[in-house]
């Protein structure tokens, strides 16, 4: 059974917050299969509507936030993709609205400054997991990744196992935030970071060389943020060259540097980011990380999810 199947009887609102839909074409041939699977589509989106890099102007796209809201038939709302666009509607986004919705928000990227500020202004949980572009409307959909999505928002519980090695050793438990780190970073100092004190602090990127990476973790340790959370576990950092000028510097080495600086132990292995296999993640969610020599598991436990 497909993901869009399995979704045929919920009620899902695409938002395009950010950055508007690169092909256009893909995306209305995505939505036209999504109604042919019988999923019940509330499509704020206009594709036409577009304003300069955006899925419509500041206020169209913060309107396209609180209608999926108050939509009393739409369960889960799905960003159309990232890029840039949700900074300018911080000040003006309803989070109390969000939040008493019940409503599954779900998004990465650019989307991680709207999960930050419903988080630290009323600790609600929302879901780090797919968008349309390009989740949905690539050719070769990812199985791992609408299995996992599925899985993740169709239960109160989900786990995460990943092979990985180089890991240090370690059983803890503790609150599950984070997402990209260009936008966390964006975000410190200022009211829309959450405050979390002995969390498991998950991040990801793209296009950012490991001296980039480096220096938006240094702000975060300088600002305190890192010392005080029980491990810092890392996603894919994709797109990335290295060029001569670095002389030997790698995202390896930036990592053995940022184990030294931050005093906590960082994980690797964690598939989720800007890649095609990723997992679903609840933000803001109790969880337990326990990791080996040989792999990791994260278990996500009471969260919101879809009625069984």
């Not at 059974?1 to 009887?9: A, G, P, R, T």
Request: aromatic share 8%.
């Amino acid at each position: 059974m497909s993901i869009h199947s399995k979704l045929s009887d919920v009620g899902i609102a695409i938002v395009a917050p950010g950055g508007y839909a690169p092909d256009e074409a893909a995306f209305i041939k995505t939505v036209e299969n999504l109604q042919a699977q019988g999923c019940r589509l509330r499509n704020c989106y206009d594709p036409s509507a577009k304003y300069q890099r955006f899925g419509g102007t500041d206020q169209a796209r913060l309107d396209q936030l609180h209608a999926a809201a108050q939509d009393p038939d739409v369960k889960i709302v799905l960003s159309l993709r990232g890029g840039y666009g949700m900074t300018r509607l911080l000040p003006d986004i309803d989070f109390d609205l969000l939040a008493r919705s019940g409503k599954l928000f779900v998004g990465h990227s650019d989307f991680t400054a709207l999960q930050m500020g419903l988080l630290a202004r009323t600790g609600a949980v929302s879901f780090a997991g797919p968008m349309i572009c390009d989740d949905f409307t690539r050719a070769d959909v990812s199985d791992f990744t609408m299995r996992h999505f599925w899985d993740c928002i169709s239960q109160p519980s989900h786990t995460i196992r990943a092979e990985v090695q180089g890991n240090p050793e370690l059983e803890l438990s503790g609150m599950l935030w984070g997402g990209n780190l260009s936008m966390l970073a964006h975000l410190v100092g200022t009211p829309y970071l959450p405050s979390i004190d002995k969390g498991i602090l998950f991040i990801e990127d793209v296009n950012e060389h490991p001296y980039r990476v480096e220096r938006m973790l240094m702000q975060m340790l300088h600002a305190g943020v890192l010392q005080g959370q029980q491990a810092l576990l890392l996603g894919e950092f994709s797109s990335y060259r290295l060029v001569d000028y670095d002389n030997g510097y790698s995202f390896e080495t930036m990592l053995e540097y940022i184990r030294q600086r931050s005093g906590i132990p960082v994980l690797t292995g964690l598939p989720f980011g800007h890649v095609k296999d990723k997992v679903t993640l609840a933000v803001g969610c109790n969880a337990s990380l326990t990791s080996d020599k040989d792999s990791l598991t994260l278990q996500m436990n009471g969260y919101p999810h879809l009625p069984g």
